[in-house]
Antibody, heavy 122, light 109 residues
Framework: QVQLVQSGAEVKKPGASVKVSCKAS????????MHWVRQAPGQGLEWMGI????????SYAQKFQGRVTMTRDTSTSTVYMELSSLRSEDTAVYYC???????????????WGQGTLVTVSS | QSALTQPPSASGSPGQSVTISCTGT?????????VSWYQQHPGKAPKLMIY???KRPSGVPDRFSGSKSGNTASLTVSGLQAEDEADYYC?????????FGTGTKVTVL
């Protein structure tokens, strides 16, 4: 069965960086795009960007351009999301989430990781 | 890319129907048939309920249906049940971008 297992909660100081991992299993890793979505406490869902695990190509939401980097390691079926220059407003649960369509960016997400809480506080 | 606009809340009694709107632009909702809807219960990850405007994933009850007209998509939940009480989000592909709606809290009275 498809599983996305994320790394554990993080506490960071303002200005620092955080790197969240997401290990995929139960399907062909390189055949499905992976999204990153975040949700601040009590707030809605926010799309951050997407990576194609096949070739590593990425597309980021304009809001995060220059601060976010998404990478992948095909040997371990793991994707990573690194966010730099953290500020308090970045406190949120970060999800990795698989696009539903085979080898295509459709925008529909059928599997989600369990979420990683990142807290930014001095 | 601005968030898609949803009403903050909607409600209905058990057995009734509720419809949630999701308004975007010709660059997102109106431009592509890649609108999705998600259900999220407190403390849980979202769950895909509708994809490609009106398709239901396996296991989603047929009480859930989706449609689109112009720049506005809609989710209808028929025969409301207590377990349908949750937050609902729409989402649309937007050409090298993705955008979520502002979210709607559905209350079953």
């Amino acid at each position: 069965q498809v599983q996305l297992v994320q790394s554990g909660a993080e506490v960071k100081k303002p200005g620092a960086s955080v790197k969240v991992s997401c290990k995929a299993s139960g399907y062909t890793f390189t055949s499905y795009y992976m999204h990153w979505v975040r949700q601040a406490p009590g707030q809605g869902l926010e799309w951050m960007g997407i990576i194609n695990p096949s070739d590593g190509s990425t597309s980021y939401a304009q809001k995060f351009q220059g601060r976010v980097t998404m990478t992948r390691d095909t040997s371990t079926s793991t994707v990573y999301m690194e966010l730099s220059s953290l500020r308090s407003e970045d406190t949120a649960v970060y999800y990795c989430a698989r696009d539903q369509r085979y080898d295509f960016w459709s925008g529909s997400i059928d599997y989600w990781g369990q979420g990683t809480l990142v807290t930014v506080s001095s | 890319q601005s968030a898609l606009t949803q009403p903050p809340s909607a409600s209905g009694s058990p057995g009734q129907s509720v419809t949630i709107s999701c308004t975007g632009t010709s660059s997102d909702v109106g431009g592509y048939n890649y609108v999705s809807w998600y259900q999220q219960h407190p403390g849980k990850a979202p769950k895909l309920m509708i994809y490609e405007v009106s398709k239901r994933p396996s296991g989603v009850p047929d009480r859930f249906s989706g449609s689109k007209s112009g720049n506005t998509a809609s989710l209808t939940v028929s025969g409301l049940q207590a377990e349908d009480e949750a937050d609902y989000y729409c989402s649309s592909y937007a050409g090298s971008n993705n955008v979520f709606g502002t979210g709607t809290k559905v209350t079953v009275l």
